[in-house]
Structures are given as C-alpha cells and as structure tokens.
C-alpha cells in the first residue's frame, strides 16, 4: 500500500489540472503573453544604455585634448585653480581655508566657490595623496603639470559627471508623461550630446556638471511632488556653486505657489513650514564648519560675491558687455552704481514669470521659468562669466522634447558665445565636431525643420490673440527657417574667422567681441520668446488646477 503524499503548500498548484485553470486564469487576467510585456521596458533600457555610453565616449575624448592654462605659468588656468583647492583644502585646516594667510595667497586662485566646492576638493585630494603626494604639496606643486595628473584630473570630473548630472538626465527623460520611448531616448541622447557642458567640464575643465545636476534633481524631485526632497537637491546645487541663484526664483516662487494653492491656513502652511525647514537644515548641515564665529561666515560671502571685480569679465555675451562697446560703463559709473543697476534692471526682468509662477503654479511652467529667470540674470546680473550660459542652456534642454525647434537654436548659440574662451584653450576641434555632432543629432532626433509652425513653437495663444493685426503669421514657419539658417551660417562663418584670420591691429578683440554681440542679440530675443511663451501660456492654467 502506497504511503499518502503530503498535502503541497498553500498557493501551489496541485496537478496538471490545476495548473491548466491557473494558466487560463492569467490568460484571462492578461491577455497579452508576460515576455512581450518585458520586450519594451528591455528596448527602453538597451537603447537608453547605448545613449549613455555613446555620451561617455564624447566626454571621454574631449577630455585627451588641451585644457584651460595649459603650459602657461604664471597663473595657467582653471585647471590649475581646481588642483590648487585640493592642495589648499588638504593641508590647511578648514578655518584658513577662505582666509589669505602665508600658505593660502588669495590672490592665486583663493577658493570662492561654496562648501560644497571646498569639500569635494578636499575628497579629491585625499585620493590624489594616495597616488602621488607631489600633486598637492603644499606650495612646491603649484602649476604642477604631468600626463598621469591629467588623467587623474580628468577622471575626477568624468566620475562626477556620471554620479550625479547623467542619473538625473536618464531618469528626468524616463519621467517624461505623454511621451513615446523613443521620443524619451532622443530627448537623452540630444541633452547629454550638448557640447557647451561637455567642452568647458571636459575640455577647458569644471566640475558644472555636479551643481547643475543637484539642480537637475531637485527638477526631478519636484516632478513627483517630493518637495522636501527637491529643497534637498537645491540647497545642495547652491551650496556647491553660487551661480545656481539664477535658478533660486523659479524654485522658490513654485514652491510658494503651491503653498499658497493649498491655502496658507491649513495644508499649505504646514508644506510651507517643512520646506523651510528642511532649507534652514540642509544650509546648517553644509556650513556647520564656519559657523564658529561670524567673522568665518563674513569671510566666505566676501569671497563668494566679491563686489570689486566688477560688472563683467572678458568678452561675456550679455548686455553690459556688449554696450560697453559704444558706452564705457566701468569707466562712468562707480562698482556700487554697476550693482545697484544691474540688480534693479534683473529684478524687473524676471518679475513677470515670477509673478506668473506663484499664482499659477505648474510644471511646465517651472521648468520655462528656469530658462527665462536664469537668461534674465545672465543677461542682466553683475558679475557675470561666459560658463554662466550653462545655467540656462540645462533647463533648455529640459524643454527639447517640447519645443525642439528653438531648443536646439538656443543651444548652438550658447556653445558659439563660448568661442573665445574655447579657442584660447585649444579646443577648435573638439568645438567644431560636438557642434556639427549635436545639430546632426537633433535633426534626426526630433526633425526640427518640421517644427516651426506657431503651435509647435508654443505661439499659439499668442498668435491668437494678434489675429488681425499681424498678416505674417501665416508666412511664419518659413520665416523661422531662414532665420535660423541665417544664423546658423553666421556663426559658421564667425568661427571659421575667428580660428583662421588674424584680427587688425587696431583691432585686436575684433572677433570676440563680434561673438559676444551677436550671441547677446540672440539672447535677448530668445529672452523675449520665452517670456512671450510664459506669459500666453493657457496650458499652465489648466495644469496648476491639478495642484490645488
């Protein structure tokens, strides 16, 4: 007699019989076999991984050429100002670190970035003692210059890159709604094949890509309603690099927004109170090492807004600069007067979208705030640098899969008002095939040419509401077109004249500040256009219902 099985666990199917019903059940359930189901996200995920390694690549072979200050002593470049803060941070304690003693002279790179800066150097230099000291002796390696530092120097940046800036570019595009898989891959691939990030962090050499990636994280955070967590983000973005105030407006006048939405008396002032919670303690957290004395905290703000350099540096693409070429402003008006103007003319900029933002407050029209908040300081903000672009070319590429047409325009441009500082640093090449790389790229991507029309290029309501007045409309797409082949082929013929003719004698800056002039020029209608795009926008008025 043949013993008894035991009774199978709970849950498993207990002969071919029933293992046939459960098969019919998961039929029923889904009717579509679960291996075709895998079959896209697997697709997503192999050509977002092809995406990610094609942009390593380009980073990767950026980074063989030249970089700022190459064999040029005294003071070389900003490649040797990023070794000498690890040289600093390392053998100086954390008070000396701001402050101009005898073993940090100020006046030869003295660290003037935020905390976070200070200690990412310091991270950095800890590894570099563990390879070889020489790189950060105190005083004796200065200008030090080798091929084994060089790739060191250069991986630091490229692992920086891919921790913190190409994470929140994959998952920013994955978290695109309405949005076909390929259209999430192209709009990827478009924003990490953008040149101007890739030729100053990997070519002339800086570490953009870690604030403007903790602020590309704190976009994302803030898609998902984790507000508390996308304050996080910001507050890390601002405390790595100053710059990112030019993002700060669209962040807080959000936030606000949607504080208000909720009402003050209730939900939204308990949002409103965790957020700035949460800001006072991510602030507290990263400065808790100079808080030991005022005179610490005064001494890093001197050196993060240092009011003395004046309004602008070099040949920059904004407004100061570009008058400065008919109207000597340095020379009539005082530094105070310079700020005092430079501040009231932003303000009154960016006042409308801030305006905008707060009482309707909605994704999309945070994400156009942070393009239009952050081109109103470049353009119109004291101290302005020429890498400064790169604040507002980041939150146009968060807008490429929407208006790709003017996206890409916008891109060109920024990388082109760069010249002068690419070309002093050797970059011609590296310049001239990521350029022609990525407008290949975004025509492929996107088919930008078909674009143009008032709807595509989020005119629509604008249009509307001049129906009558304006004729040329109905021309526009084409109109749109030429101009960007105009511009486009100027800046073609720029560059060309730039590398290959020399300039008068009489006039020696002749070429870059044409560069600087007719990038402003762009600027400044761009500026026009997004605000434009902002202010007519009804798609925002019905997205911010969802809020409240």
């Not at 942009?55 to 070389?76: I, Q």
């Not at 920059?316 to 600069?321: H, L, P, T």
């Not at 077109?481 to 073609?492: A, C, K």
């Not at 060309?496 to 009489?506: E, I, K, N, T, Y």
């Amino acid at each position: 007699m043949r013993a008894a099985q035991p009774a199978p666990p709970y849950g498993r199917a207990r002969g071919p019989e029933a293992a046939s019903k459960a098969e019919a059940r998961a039929r029923r359930l889904c009717p579509v076999p679960f291996g075709l189901l895998q079959r896209p996200a697997m697709e997503k995920w192999s050509l977002m991984t092809i995406t990610v390694l094609l942009a390593l690549t380009v980073r990767w072979t950026v980074s063989l050429g030249s970089y700022s200050g190459a064999g040029k002593p005294p003071m070389y470049g900003d490649y040797e100002a990023q070794r000498h803060w690890q040289e600093v941070t390392y053998n100086l304690p954390i008070r000396q670190w701001y402050f101009n003693t005898s073993d940090n002279n100020l006046l030869y790179w003295g660290l003037d970035y935020p905390p976070l800066t200070a200690y990412h150097s310091f991270v950095c230099a800890y590894i570099a003692k563990l390879i070889n000291p020489d790189w950060i002796a105190l005083h004796t390696s200065r200008g030090y210059e080798s091929q084994p530092h060089k790739l060191f120097m250069r991986t630091t940046v490229f692992v920086a890159d891919l921790l913190v800036y190409i994470p929140a570019v994959i998952l920013y595009c994955f978290s695109l709604k309405e949005t076909s898989t390929k259209k999430k891959v192209s709009s990827a691939l478009c924003i990490l094949l953008y040149p101007g990030l890739i030729l100053i962090d990997h070519g002339h050499f800086q570490y953009n890509s870690v604030s403007l990636g903790f602020a590309l994280w704190g976009v994302l955070y803030l898609s998902y309603d984790w507000d508390l967590l996308g304050s996080v983000a910001f507050c890390l973005a601002l405390n790595y690099k100053q710059m990112e105030l030019y993002h700060s407006l669209p962040f807080f006048c959000y936030l606000l927004g949607k504080c208000f939405k909720k009402g003050l008396k209730g939900k939204g002032l308990v949002l409103l109170t965790k957020i700035a919670g949460t800001v006072v303690v991510s602030f507290a957290v990263c400065w808790l090492p100079f808080c030991t004395d005022m005179e610490q905290i005064m001494q890093v703000l001197r050196r993060l807004f240092p009011i003395d350099r004046g309004l602008f540096e070099d040949k920059v693409a904004n407004i100061w600069c570009s008058l400065s070429v008919l109207i000597k402003i340095k020379n009539i008006v005082s530094p105070q007067t310079q700020l005092k103007l430079s501040f009231a003319v932003t303000f009154l900029s960016v006042l409308p979208t801030c305006i905008k933002l707060t009482v309707q407050p909605s994704l999309r029209g945070f994400k156009f705030a942070l393009v239009s908040c952050a081109l109103s300081f470049f353009l119109f903000s004291f101290q302005v640098h020429e890498k400064s672009i790169l604040l507002v070319s980041v939150p146009v590429c968060l807008i490429i899969n929407e208006i790709p047409f003017m996206a890409t325009w916008f891109l060109l441009v920024s990388t082109f008002s760069m010249l002068p500082l690419l070309l002093k640093d050797g970059l011609l090449l590296a310049y001239t095939v990521t350029m022609l790389a990525f407008l290949s790229v975004c025509v492929a991507s996107f088919s930008i040419f078909e674009k143009t029309s008032a709807e595509d290029l989020q005119l629509k309501p604008f249009s509307l509401s001049l129906k009558g007045y304006v004729s040329w409309f109905k021309s526009f797409p084409k109109i749109v077109r030429s101009l960007f082949l105009l511009s486009v082929t100027l800046m073609g013929i720029l560059s060309l004249m730039s590398a290959a003719v020399h300039p008068p004698q009489r006039l020696p800056d002749l070429f870059p500040v044409s560069v600087s002039v007719i990038s402003c020029l762009h600027f400044l209608l761009f500026l026009v256009y997004f605000n434009v795009v902002i202010l007519w926008d009804s798609k925002n008025s019905r997205s911010q219902k969802k809020i409240s």
